[in-house]
């Protein structure tokens, strides 16, 4: 699963990669973005902009609109037939923008945070979906970021990873109005040795904490890759 991830990036680094995209006045930096929390999306109707909306899907035939965070992950096994997600892989999909995400590795009893990245210094775009909820006039916006079994790179750490595209021609298809069919070819893994990824504090273990602290490789500890 992917249950924490960070997303620290300056207007001129977005645009450098994604192109001329409206990022909006302030970009909001977080170390630690936490389920129920808010993260950037660009969404595929409105693919020139920065949407800053609700990690946790609430699906638009939700009864009370609430964000238990049961919904931030959709396992892409059996998507496409899934109550909640059957309409947004097919007409409401996402990238996720982060630096990171954090996953936790079970060692000797415990569970060992790591920070997962591009080994390019590039932000990370993970697939996702997304849905809006009304009330009357109200609308909540949210997204869920779509997981699948490990590549390579991640095996050692974790049995699932989110989806990432690392090509802006990835990107653009998957914003593009394409076919379930080709939609659900795209849900796989990464090549492997793009990741890199070292151990952190446990202080990510709290939501407490969100600072730039979070990214600091525990000392004495390598780089796995």
């Not at 090509?167 to 939609?183: A, G, M, N, P």
């Amino acid at each position: 699963m992917c249950g924490r991830f960070s997303f620290s990036a300056a207007k001129e680094k977005i645009q450098a990669q994604l192109g001329d995209i409206d990022t909006g006045v302030n970009l909001r930096e977080s170390y630690n973005i936490a389920p129920t929390q808010h993260a950037y999306v660009i969404t595929n109707d409105a693919p020139g902009r920065l949407q800053y909306i609700t990690w946790g899907l609430i699906p638009h035939w939700s009864n009370d609109g609430a964000n238990t965070g049961k919904l931030i992950n959709a396992r892409s096994e059996g998507i496409a037939a899934k109550p909640s997600f059957r309409l947004p892989i097919r007409k409401k999909r996402c990238l996720v923008l982060a630096d990171s995400f954090y996953e936790w590795r079970i060692e000797a009893d415990r569970k060992v945070p790591y920070r997962i990245f591009l080994k390019n210094g590039e932000l990370l775009l993970m697939g996702g979906i997304w849905d809006v909820w009304y009330n009357g006039d109200y609308a909540m916006k949210s997204f869920s970021i779509i997981t699948t079994g490990p590549n390579g790179d991640m095996a050692s750490v974790h049995n699932r990873m989110p989806l990432l595209f690392g090509t802006r021609e990835e990107q653009e298809k998957w914003l593009s109005e394409i076919e379930v069919d080709e939609v659900l070819s795209m849900l796989h893994p990464p090549e492997d040795g793009l990741l890199g990824m070292y151990q952190v504090a446990e202080l990510v273990n709290s939501v407490k904490h969100n600072g730039p602290e979070l990214h600091k490789p525990v000392p004495g500890t390598p780089t796995l890759f």
